[in-house]
């Protein structure tokens, strides 16, 4: 009796074996999918006869994946990811995974794996203003040369045009949200040297502070190049190069 009680003892701690403690993985250095139906191998070295199982679908590029979701589909299934980097998004890209060559090479895409980059946590509209919680740090191989480095840079801009959830935020995303519309009248000043001029004109398109903007005096119909200070407002001469260098200045040091 004694004996069929171990027996059943031991084979319940066997078959329990995998919730407790799982086969120890790593994530990727290059979390890639070629399939559109990324699985735990896609995402973890040594996944073993894991690998094949599924965790999500991807049918654009990229995929922004939970990675608390994803800690927990690996201990599902027998695998245990610590997640040490306290990751909260794990963003997997399309193509096929690059070989893996040994020595230096290897080293050099491990550095890379461990890049933090800014990726946007749900789906933008053109226009749409960038909030906090719209961005998230995930792991990627490498970040893009115009990828800010500081969610600061990205905050309070507005969207250029639809950006899709999980992918990389780039400088060239966005912009100074829009004070003039095409069609406005603006008032185009002009201060230099103790003189002081303004006119009125027509907003050619739409542009947001720091941006040039064509404006159209309304009275002899010429088209001018001018920097928007303001809603209804925008500026020429040094006080508008000056504004223009203020903004590039700001762009750059975001990188």
């Given at each position: 009796m004694k004996t069929k009680t171990f027996l059943l003892a031991a084979a319940l701690v066997s078959l329990a074996g995998p919730a407790i403690a799982g086969r120890p993985v790593t994530l990727k250095a290059d979390t890639a999918n070629a399939t559109g139906v990324v699985t735990l191998g896609d995402l973890f070295d040594d996944a073993g006869a894991?690998?094949?199982?599924?965790?999500?679908?991807?049918?654009?590029a990229s995929v922004s994946l939970d990675a608390a979701l994803v800690q927990a589909a690996a201990r599902r299934a027998g695998l245990d990811w610590a997640n040490a980097e306290g990751l909260?998004?794990?963003?997997?890209?399309?193509?096929p995974v690059a070989p893996q060559a040994g020595g230096a090479q290897a080293a050099a895409s491990a550095a890379r794996g461990n890049v933090e980059v800014l990726t946007y946590a749900r789906s933008l509209t053109a226009g749409e203003i960038v909030q906090p919680s719209d961005l998230v740090w995930a792991k990627m191989a490498a970040a893009p040369a115009d990828s800010p480095s500081d969610a600061e840079a990205v905050i309070g801009q507005a969207a250029k045009r639809p950006l899709r959830a999980g992918a990389v935020v780039q400088a060239r995303d966005v912009g100074a949200a829009q004070v003039i519309k095409a069609g406005d009248i603006v008032t185009v000043s002009y201060d230099a040297d103790g003189v002081s001029l303004s006119m009125q004109?027509?907003?050619?398109?739409?542009?947001?502070?720091?941006?040039?903007?064509?404006?159209?005096?309304?009275?002899?119909?010429?088209?001018?190049?001018?920097?928007?200070?303001?809603?209804?407002?925008?500026a020429v001469g040094p006080a508008a190069d000056q504004l223009k260098a203020a903004t590039r200045s700001a762009r750059y040091a975001a990188r």
């Open positions: 894991a690998a094949a199982t599924p965790v999500a679908g991807r049918s654009g909260k998004k794990i963003v997997v890209h399309g193509g004109g027509k907003a050619m398109g739409a542009a947001g502070v720091g941006e040039t903007l064509a404006v159209q005096n309304t009275a002899s119909k010429k088209i001018v190049q001018t920097v928007v200070t303001g809603p209804g407002q925008a």
